[in-house]
């Protein structure tokens, strides 16, 4: 079955600095490839995701890439704020309505 | 936006005894649900795919009898811990997805379960 590999596991940088969360995914079907922040005691929160028919996805601050040949995909977060402190996780499914399959997530930490 | 909520949010119950959590789509129909388990500081796993109007898909390692689920309708899901023991202490969370072509699943809040 699909594994997901996630890193770093903690990751500190100073607001207004950029963080960069790398993920692999073993299954080549894979094709969809979201990112969630979850908050202590909270339910995971997608932030960006991304289909496999596309290189790169933008919103505002974040941005994920995704090579298809090297099986991995990034979360890029530009001019970090404090709040968004948090853990993130990365996922994978091979098609629409199967389960994610969830890396194992990287604390951020932004210090102000 | 779609809307996945869970009852109850968390639950202390004494080892030896079942608990009960709901998953429901409160504004679509989902065929298909799933459930989580996150341990403190860890990542979501998948212990198993709920299928409306048949038997539940286990990921392995997850005892069926021990975790019961049952999907009688297109819009609840329910995860029995049965025989429970502090060792099932843990957050469980479900999703569900519209179905068809969608990707995206939504999450409900989770359910916090304490085992004494």
């Known amino acids: 079955g699909e594994n997901v590999e996630q890193h770093p596991s903690t990751l500190s940088v100073q607001e207004g600095d950029s963080a960069v969360i790398k993920c692999t995914y073993s299954d080549s079907a894979s094709n969809y490839f979201p990112w969630y922040k979850q908050e202590l005691g909270k339910r995971p929160q997608l932030i960006i995701d991304?289909?496999?028919?596309?290189g790169e996805k933008k919103d505002q601050r974040i941005a994920v890439t995704l090579n298809k040949t090297a099986k991995h995909f990034s979360l890029h977060i530009t001019e970090t704020q404090p709040e968004d402190s948090a853990v993130y996780f990365c996922?994978?499914?091979?098609?629409?309505?199967?389960?994610?399959?969830f890396g194992k997530g990287t604390t951020l930490s932004v210090s102000s | 936006g779609a809307v996945v909520s869970q009852h109850p949010s968390w639950v202390i119950c004494k080892s030896g005894t079942s608990v009960k959590i709901e998953c429901r789509s409160l504004?679509?129909?989902?065929?298909?649900m799933f459930w989580y388990r996150q341990f403190p500081k860890q990542s979501l796993m998948l212990m198993a795919t709920s299928n409306e109007g048949s038997k539940a898909t286990y990921e392995q390692g997850v005892e069926k009898d021990k975790f019961l689920i049952n999907h009688a309708s297109l819009t609840l899901s329910t995860l029995t811990v049965t025989s429970a023991h502090p060792e099932d202490s843990s957050f469980y969370i479900c999703s569900a997805g519209h179905g068809g072509s969608s990707y995206e699943q939504y999450f409900g809040p989770g359910t916090r379960l304490t085992v004494t």
């Open positions: 504004d679509f129909q989902a065929t298909t």
């Open positions: 991304i289909r496999s028919n596309v």
């Open positions: 996922a994978a499914s091979i098609q629409a309505g199967t389960a994610l399959i």
